[in-house]
């Protein structure tokens, strides 16, 4: 009886209350009456009788079979309304997605030759990563601020940062890993260049990683350095490659000109290009030039390096080009600490520092306004903003009218920026 008053129903079925409750009889409630026998006379008058005693209570249950009968249906009906309910089953529950399956293989396995493409380059970046970030503080002498992060369809990164070093004014060394659904205007656009592309799906499943990296140092001497390398690939909702590509490279941007150091820089990117192919180093420091020119300032934004975007199989295969990244990627170091460390404690006075802020003033324009990666990264939904906008110097500047004086330091990188030179 307890468990059927704590149903829900108990409270809305009036018929089930009335049916299980206990009533008194309703004869022994009614008022007496007299009678009279023909030719007797009245019988006695009731109200000199004894009073009428209430029969004993009894604890007898009325209609027991009813009360029973009603119980039983109504805890069937529990019953199967239990059983009848559908429940998250197998065949309810979603398919996993490919970064659990990513995230399962890397648990179970490991990371090795024989893994995805999309794993090894995970890999890779957040290895480059750690040696570029233990270097720059050995040379800096302060530590990076280390943010890591994740993204709610899977992937995320590692940003980090350091503000106000000894040497860096600001530095950022990022990893990104994004896992994502192409619509089909994203396809259509992108099938122009990938041929691979299934033009006949509404979206696609895809997967972006990438290592970038800006460092402003606080001298003006000292030149500020670029880096990103990253990996593109689509594939079906099992994780099969559909189509893949690789793009990245690397440039210099002084605030004063040392032909040195952009010799030396432009020298040691093109020996990590001829080691697969000896057009490469033309070939994009060519696409570097035209990529960061700042059209409405009619300038380069620094003397350049290697730019390249869009490498398939139609260049060569997946592991080749794996290769040329991997040795891209270990020739930065080598690249760029010996000009930071000939440049960092060379004097400078506030002249100097305001010429670096005009030019960071322009690194600004361009990144804000005509960088693809930028724009891509604030496009994607769940970007991370505060890491995309790394790049971004501490400080800048911007003076209205601002001209070079003839035959200055500041005149000769303008005109090197506004024709671009061959340093090697």
Not at 37 to 48: Q, V
Request: proline share 8%; aromatic share 10%; glycine share 8%.
């Amino acid at each position: 009886m307890a468990s059927l008053r704590s149903c829900p129903r108990w409270a809305n079925s009036r018929t089930l209350q009335l049916s299980l409750r206990i009533q008194p009889s309703s004869h022994l409630l009614r008022p007496p009456c007299r009678f009279f026998s023909a030719g007797r006379g009245p019988l006695p008058d009731p109200s000199r009788a004894p009073p009428l005693r209430s029969p004993p209570r009894s604890n007898t249950v009325l209609l027991p079979k009813t009360r029973i009968a009603v119980g039983v249906v109504l805890i069937s009906a529990i019953i199967y309304s239990m059983l009848t309910s559908p429940t998250p089953g197998p065949e309810l529950s979603e398919p996993p997605s490919i970064a659990d399956l990513d995230s399962r293989s890397k648990r179970e396995s490991g990371i090795t030759d024989s893994s995805p493409m999309r794993l090894r380059m995970e890999s890779l970046i957040k290895d480059q990563q750690g040696e570029i970030v233990s270097a720059l503080e050995s040379l800096d002498g302060s530590k990076f601020r280390i943010d890591t992060w994740s993204r709610p369809n899977g992937g995320g990164g590692i940003s980090s940062v350091l503000q106000g070093g000894h040497v860096f004014e600001k530095a950022g060394v990022n990893t990104s890993i994004v896992y994502g659904t192409l619509p089909r205007p994203a396809i259509e656009k992108m099938r122009v260049n990938h041929r691979a592309i299934d033009p006949d799906v509404d979206s696609l499943e895809f997967f972006a990683a990438g290592l970038s990296m800006v460092l402003h140092p606080h001298n003006p001497n000292a030149p500020t350095v670029h880096l990103n390398y990253r990996y593109f690939e689509t594939m079906d909702q099992t994780g099969e490659g559909n189509a893949w590509w690789f793009g990245g490279g690397t440039d210099l941007t002084p605030s004063y000109l040392f032909d040195e150091d952009a010799i030396h820089f432009h020298k040691t990117i093109k020996d990590a290009c001829d080691k697969h192919d000896r057009a490469y180093y033309p070939r994009f420091k060519a696409w570097c030039d035209k990529y960061f020119f700042i059209p409405h300032r009619g300038e380069s934004r620094g003397v350049g390096g290697i730019f390249f975007d869009d490498l398939d199989e139609e260049e060569k295969d997946q592991e080749q080009l794996f290769s040329f990244i991997k040795d891209c990627l270990g020739a930065f170091l080598p690249s760029y600490l010996p000009i930071v460390q000939r440049r960092k404690d060379m004097p400078y006075g506030e002249r100097e520092k305001e010429w670096q802020q005009l030019r960071r003033g322009r690194y600004v324009e361009f990144n804000l306004v005509h960088d693809r990666g930028t724009s891509f990264g604030l496009n994607t939904p769940g970007a991370r903003v505060e890491s995309i906008l790394m790049s971004l110097p501490l400080t800048a500047r911007w003076m209205y009218m601002h001209e070079p004086e003839r035959g200055t330091r500041e005149e000769r990188l303008l005109g090197v920026l506004k024709k671009p030179a061959e340093w090697v």
